[in-house]
């Protein structure tokens, strides 16, 4: 297998403390979407209210919609195809699911498929993790025996150990889900994690993520500049954005680290897809793109 170019990190530190504030952002997205009639709605999410403070929630919306325009209707976009994505691959196999910077990702407690056939490992930062749990028990009287929950910081810890500690099988059909993740991401932990998927998982694993493209003279500058303010918003928060797809794009990028069968969305499919009939005209910020990866033969 070619080698792939490591790209040199940031020189500084990326450590952070406390629960995701982004974490908390984009579930009061999914929430805000939740409430809207079942035509014009792109995901539902009916847990997500729970996440964040429903008195803050138009003020919230009505912000980001100002300052971010586009922002909040691509996360609800890539709700929706992740949820579509991760539903089909329950129904056809699936034994593992492991959610990367899991945040208030709710897949695991409302997609009916995963039940009594998939183990789901979360895995976040222990700060924004103990939230996540004590919010879970709340809801459900107690966690659920089916789902792990893996405290990991992916920048400062192995991932490989404490997931195998926590009882992965890396002889499993498995998807990793990086969901709003790698980007803020150093590359060296994004290689990390790709190499531990392709060399500790069963055959027709795969990845599924998001990524954020590089950003030039041929892009709408209205969506570059929304790009760049809210890359500078989630920085002065400690979570800047660290990670761009390279110039020689995801295939060559994910084919270096072991992957085939690559599928690409991107916003003008995503679009088209999920913005229809009475969600046509809505803004949507179409600067990152969705992929399905499955791991190579070896």
Not at 26 to 48: I, K, N, W
Not at 68 to 78: C, D, E, I, K, S
Request: hydrophobic fraction near 35%.
């Amino acid at each position: 297998m070619e080698q792939p170019d490591r790209a040199r990190d940031p020189p500084r530190d990326h450590t952070r403390s406390g629960p995701s504030l982004t974490a908390e952002r984009v579930a009061a997205f999914r929430a805000a979407e939740s409430m809207l009639p079942v035509d014009q709605r792109v995901c539902y999410d009916p847990y997500a209210i729970q996440f964040t403070d429903p008195d803050r929630l138009d003020d919230l919306t009505e912000y980001t919609d100002t300052h971010f325009p586009g922002l909040r209707n691509y996360v609800v976009a890539r709700a929706r195809h992740f949820d579509d994505v991760i539903t089909l691959a329950a129904k056809t196999g699936l034994v593992q699911l492991v959610i990367l910077g899991a945040g208030y990702d709710t897949r695991p407690y409302r997609i009916k498929e995963l039940e009594g056939r998939v183990r789901v490992f979360e895995v976040d930062h222990p700060d924004t993790q103990q939230v996540k749990k004590e919010k879970i028990a709340e809801i459900f009287g107690g966690l659920p025996e089916d789902v792990v929950y893996v405290p990991v910081d992916l920048e400062t810890q192995d991932l490989g150990s404490l997931l195998l500690d926590s009882g992965y099988f890396p002889v499993k059909k498995t998807l990793f889900v990086m969901e709003g993740v790698i980007m803020y991401l150093t590359p060296r932990a994004i290689d990390a994690i790709l190499s531990f998927v392709v060399n500790n998982s069963g055959q027709n694993s795969a990845v599924l993520f998001d990524y954020p493209e590089e950003t030039g003279d041929d892009t709408d500058s209205s969506s570059r500049k929304t790009r760049e303010d809210f890359g500078k918003h989630t920085a002065r928060h400690g979570e800047p954005i660290l990670f761009s797809m390279p110039k020689e794009g995801p295939g060559a990028f994910l084919r270096a680290r072991g992957f085939s069968r690559i599928r690409i969305v991107p916003g003008d499919d995503y679009r088209r897809l999920y913005f229809i009939r009475k969600k046509e005209g809505r803004e949507l910020l179409t600067t990152s793109s969705f992929v399905y990866a499955v791991v190579g033969d070896r």
